[in-house]
């Protein structure tokens, strides 16, 4: 049995071909309205699993080239992000068979194929640790910068959460590490290619610049929804980076930034005196920004492509207070009411603070005049984003 598969996120497109194929269905792919267009007059499949929103041609529009244009009753599987009831009604009245709302597990995927074209005879039932798998709503990418991170680098946790949500591209960045890191991450990358990607920076030139070249890389691919950047060393916890994600889905924020701010029944640990230089440090960016954003540093943060584009694509000033940049940055460029609408400080969850942070206590009094540096930078009328 044959089965198209039309949608513009070649990450959905992969997990959705592997998973089927398992399953003993033959299935061809297309990335575009109108290459599935073509394939399906040459292909003839016995099933068509289309996206809705596409750029080039919309999955409505696929329909109806099947439905009205070729008077085909071929089945037809809507499965998309598009929850809009108009939408999924406008589906049905045109002759779809099933509409599937993203997230979905492959799991179900596989039992609504199942349901409307049969079941392949004669194939090995799909393993245990191969279910669970989810197709997200949107596609994301998260940068990790790293540097002589070889001997904290949680190789499992990241295999496990790029293998179990479908949707997230994980970029880990070298940032011209001493030690084998980029062997570790090569490592790590082997068997999840296309979950999973290194960019290797030759030379060191601190964690702002290997996150934005990260950021710079990832938004190349026009798969990606969203942007985000998360620490290497996993202190905030990937069901928290996850939830920050769901909230700029549900929203009209540009950046949702995860914020370490103690709270009734959160697990935020760290120690006293990072604790003590911590809170200095926040009132006097608060006093800088003069916005009430209470933790700019919190290494997690999620944002939409065209920021992310934008508030990345000049060279920071400071190795280490780039988030800070990327706040003055977006005042700079929406102004002080409105950024204030656009960027969401979400209280994390869970935030422990790991052992061996390259912030030296050395390195906490040079801040104070890092800010003053940024002050006088984005305080400048001449400065544009």
């Known amino acids: 049995m044959k089965i198209l598969a039309i949608d513009d996120q070649q990450l959905i497109l992969l997990s959705l071909e592997k998973r089927l194929a398992d399953l003993g269905y033959h299935i061809q792919t297309a990335s575009s309205g109108k290459s599935g267009i073509e394939l399906f007059d040459s292909y003839k499949p016995d099933l068509v699993i289309v996206d809705i929103n596409m750029p080039d041609m919309s999955g409505l529009e696929v329909v109806k080239h099947i439905r009205i244009e070729k008077n085909s009753k071929t089945p037809i599987m809507v499965m998309s992000g598009n929850t809009n009831e108009d939408t999924i009604l406008d589906g049905f009245n045109l002759g779809i068979d099933d509409y599937m709302k993203k997230p979905v597990s492959l799991e179900e995927v596989a039992a609504r194929v199942k349901r409307i074209i049969g079941d392949v005879p004669n194939v090995v039932k799909a393993q245990k640790e191969e279910r669970g798998q989810m197709l997200q709503k949107n596609c994301v990418g ?22 179990k949500n479908l949707g997230y591209h994980l970029c880990f960045v070298n940032d011209g590490s001493t030690d084998n890191t980029l062997e570790v991450l090569e490592q790590l990358r082997k068997g999840s290619e296309n979950t999973i990607s290194v960019y290797n920076c030759e030379k060191n030139g601190g964690k702002a610049e290997a996150v934005r070249q990260g950021v710079l890389h990832l938004t190349k691919d026009s798969q990606f929804d969203y942007i985000g950047y998360l620490d290497a060393d ?62 700019t540093q919190c290494g997690a943060k999620i944002m939409d492509r065209e920021i992310a584009s934008t508030m990345f ?20 460029k929406y102004g002080k009411n409105e950024v204030q609408k ?32 940024i002050s006088l930078h984005y305080g400048n009328k001449s400065y544009k984003v």
């Not at 052992?355 to 030296?360: A, M, R, T, V, Y």
């Open 313 to 332: 694509n000049k060279k920071f000033i400071t190795r280490w207070l780039f988030d800070v940049e990327i706040f003055m940055r977006m005042k700079k």
């Open 234 to 295: 996993l202190s905030t916890d990937f069901r928290d980076f996850d939830a920050l994600v769901k909230t700029i889905e549900k929203s009209d924020f540009k950046i949702v930034s995860g914020s370490r701010i103690s709270r009734m029944g959160a697990d935020i640990t760290k120690e006293s005196a990072r604790k003590i230089i911590s809170k200095t440090i926040n009132l006097i960016i608060q006093r800088i920004l003069m916005m009430p954003f209470k933790d």
């Open 142 to 163: 998260v940068v990790i910068p790293c540097y002589n991170e070889a001997d904290r680098l949680s190789s499992d946790a990241f295999k496990d959460f790029a293998s």
């Open 342 to 373: 656009l960027i969401c400080e979400q209280p994390l969850k869970r935030w422990i603070h790991a052992d061996g942070s390259k912030l030296s206590m050395k390195d906490s009094l040079k801040i104070v005049g890092q800010l003053a540096q």
